[in-house]
């Protein structure tokens, strides 16, 4: 896992939670939580972290990994803002993420270990998300998705379908864009 994201958890920790905070998930984790965005890092690492966070903050590992997937996707958009300034709308730009993104990613580092997804257009407003990893982050992804609608200006509906948690070989995740009452 490349550094930029135990980067951003850092961050995300200590603006909503404070300093002592991450000092205190990280002595439990064991880890010396000094990252570098460009180094990869153990998966077993943020898994660690994550676990530790879910200890501290009493939030079951799915709603930790949505909330950090929303704020992932802020971090990420500011370093890299060309994907989806690129891109007409949301449908547009996850259905890039594959095709443009990950592509990217392998340039810069050829032993990326990019989840692999692919998108299934219903209509205009709708599509199935499909996800493979053996990361098994759908739920972080989930969050990513909430901040790309968001950053679009638009919110959507997400049904996960079957799940690689529930023993399935990849994730639906089933999204459409609604209208505010």
């Not at 879910?54 to 929303?70: I, K, N, S, Y």
């Not at 500011?78 to 890039?96: C, L, M, T, Y």
Request: aromatic residues 10%; charged residues 20%.
């Amino acid at each position: 896992m490349k550094g930029a994201v135990f980067i951003a958890l850092n961050e995300m920790i200590e603006e909503q939670h404070g300093l002592g905070t991450w000092l205190d998930i990280l002595d439990q984790t064991g880890l010396e939580g000094v990252f570098t965005s460009t180094e990869t890092y153990p998966d077993e690492a943020l898994f660690k972290i994550v676990a530790a966070v879910c200890e501290t903050l009493r939030a079951p590992a799915p709603d930790v990994l949505r909330a950090f997937g929303e704020y992932l996707f802020d971090f990420l958009h500011k370093a890299h803002p060309v994907f989806a300034e690129s891109q007409r709308n949301f449908f547009d730009f996850i259905s890039s993420i594959d095709g443009v993104i990950h592509v990217e990613v392998h340039k810069l580092d050829e032993n990326a270990q990019t989840p692999k997804i692919w998108v299934e257009r219903a209509d205009e407003s709708s599509a199935t998300l499909s996800y493979q990893s053996p990361r098994k982050l759908c739920h972080l992804a989930e969050g990513l998705l909430k901040g790309a609608a968001r950053y679009y200006g638009i919110s959507i509906a997400m049904e996960h379908g079957q799940c690689m948690h529930d023993g399935a070989p990849h994730c639906h995740l089933h999204l459409k864009q609604v209208t505010p009452e």
